[in-house]
């Protein structure tokens, strides 16, 4: 099937969390809501907040304490083969949380290894496994970044927490490309690749500051950090700001973290060249639940493109000039906003 891709190009598409150990991921802790959200989560669930101003700066905290433990991710209704997400999160859960004494490459492919999964994949975590004693994890969303007959791409959106030496909390997160093949009794992962956001810009636009301060914009880490690096586009920044007037709206990707190519072809795709941002929830509501009003969706579709974007996609069939909107299996789960330059 043709469709868009999510990465501003036309292209092919078919239609986090826990404080680890290999225990905890493999006993699958519930507890999410119908759009497939942690009931209870500390940030980023029920009504939006500004959470791209949260600062990277460690939280001072006796080494007693513990760190946040939300639940385990898992898919809401209206998913498109919902285990291929649960799949991708269990390993990225597995990888960036671990108890006090859990640290460690041997440790982390056991906990790979309890799950059915290759253990080499634990030495492509990076940023994923920092050098920590103690993480917690959780998945603020998990949508496609590609689905096809035999192949996918899941894009695990997180925000995680680390112990330091002093015993303080570090707050951070990035976002995880995790590629996965069909595979019996379930799909496998064959790689996974973390988001790199890179350093933060000397000199940022203007923008950038009124994007993060905006309380009507949710973004997670990773995205903010892709903000904060100045490598978004002024084109983004302002149809952010102009969409956050009548909505309330939580991004889920800008930059980092998504295929570099349209997923199953070799074109480029405009999330990587910091010109698109895909949105996962529209006023409180998820655009993958379907007890969320197809009518808000299309409308801030159709807003969406008002605000400059030439290439708008959805869950939702609009039809308009030049092919500007799409829906594909992909785009069930989020709306991709993306634009020429």
């Known amino acids: 099937m043709t469709g868009g891709d999510g990465c501003g190009h036309r292209g ?22 119908s759009g497939g959200k942690p009931v209870g989560a500390l940030s980023g669930s029920g009504t ?22 939300p639940p385990l991710w898992q898919p809401g209704p209206g998913e498109i083969q919902p285990d291929v997400k649960r799949r991708a999160v269990e390993l990225v859960a597995a990888l960036g949380a671990w108890p006090a004494g859990g640290q460690g490459a041997e440790a982390a492919r056991s906990r ?57 909390v570090a707050p951070g997160g990035i976002t995880v490309d995790v590629r996965l093949s069909r595979a019996e ?41 892709d903000l904060r690096s100045g490598t978004v586009h002024d084109t983004v ?10 909505y309330a709206l939580s991004v889920s990707v800008v930059r980092s973290g998504h295929p570099l190519d349209v997923f199953g072809t070799t074109r480029p795709s405009d999330h990587p060249l910091g010109r698109a941002f895909d949105v996962w929830r529209i006023d409180g509501r998820a655009v993958v639940d379907p007890a969320t009003p197809r009518q808000l969706i299309e409308s801030f579709m159709r ?31 989020h709306v991709h906003i993306g634009f020429n330059s």
């Not at 939006?48 to 433990?69: K, Y």
């Not at 030495?123 to 004693?133: K, V």
């Not at 956001?197 to 914009?217: D, M, Q, T, W």
């Not at 920044?237 to 956050?244: D, E, F, I, K, Y």
């Open 12 to 33: 092919t598409g078919r239609r986090g969390v826990l404080r680890a150990g290999a225990a905890a991921v493999l006993l699958g802790a519930v507890g999410c809501s």
């Open 48 to 69: 939006t907040t500004p959470t791209g101003t949260a600062s990277p700066t460690a939280t001072p905290a006796a080494p007693s304490t513990p760190l946040p433990n």
């Open 112 to 168: 790979v290894a309890a799950l059915g999964l290759p253990p080499g994949l634990a030495d492509q975590a990076g940023r994923l496994a920092p050098a920590a004693a103690e993480a917690s994890l959780e998945v603020i969303d998990a949508q496609y970044g590609g689905i096809l007959v035999d192949s996918a791409s899941v894009l695990v959106v997180c925000r995680q927490w680390t112990r330091q030496p002093d015993g303080s």
């Open 185 to 225: 009794p379930r799909w496998t992962v064959t790689a996974l690749h973390p988001g790199d956001p890179g350093p933060a810009a000397a000199s940022p636009a203007p923008a950038v500051a009124k994007v993060l301060a905006e309380p009507r914009i949710e973004l997670p880490p990773g995205a903010a950090d």
């Open 237 to 246: 920044l302002a149809a952010m700001l102009r969409l956050a007037g009548p």
């Open 303 to 333: 807003d969406a493109a008002a605000a400059g974007s030439y290439n708008v996609g959805g869950p939702v069939a609009i039809a308009g000039v030049g092919n500007q909107f799409f829906t594909d299996d992909t785009h069930h789960d």
